[in-house]
């Protein structure tokens, strides 16, 4: 069974950081991608950064570009970390962690999400 569990929201100030973690398990369980995502009541979800597991290679949304890195752990560990400096108050939603795995054609693998919260 595939889970992918994330961890390390919180209440932080404007201005704070914070760093999301997120870690994927399952037998045989291999991702071509692997992002972070977020959502406010009433909004669509978001793409806020990915990370391809092959290479590296990194995106992010314009309205977090420079203050959010998306990394990875060893890639043979399916984990990833979102670090979140400068945050605003229109960060705040939830962040949900997700992957793309191997055949699939979109992120098809969620967690639960994590609320985050910035206070002004």
């Known amino acids: 069974q595939v889970r992918v569990v994330e961890s390390g929201g919180g209440l932080v100030q404007d201005g704070g950081s914070l760093r999301l973690s997120c870690e994927a398990s399952?037998?045989?369980?291999?991702?071509?991608?692997m992002g972070w995502f977020r959502q406010v009541p009433g909004k669509e979800r978001e793409l806020v950064a990915s990370?391809?597991?092959?290479?590296?290679?990194?995106?992010y949304a314009d309205s977090v570009r420079g203050r959010f890195t998306i990394s990875r752990d060893n890639p043979r560990n399916m984990k990833i970390y979102l670090q979140m400096n400068s945050l605003k108050p229109e960060d705040t939603a939830v962040y949900y962690c997700?992957?793309?795995?191997?055949?699939?054609?979109?992120?098809?693998?969620w967690g639960q999400g994590t609320q985050v919260t910035v206070s002004s």
């Open positions: 990370i391809r597991w092959s290479g590296g290679t990194t995106y």
């Open positions: 997700a992957a793309q795995r191997v055949g699939a054609q979109r992120y098809d693998t």
């Open positions: 399952g037998r045989t369980f291999a991702a071509v991608a």
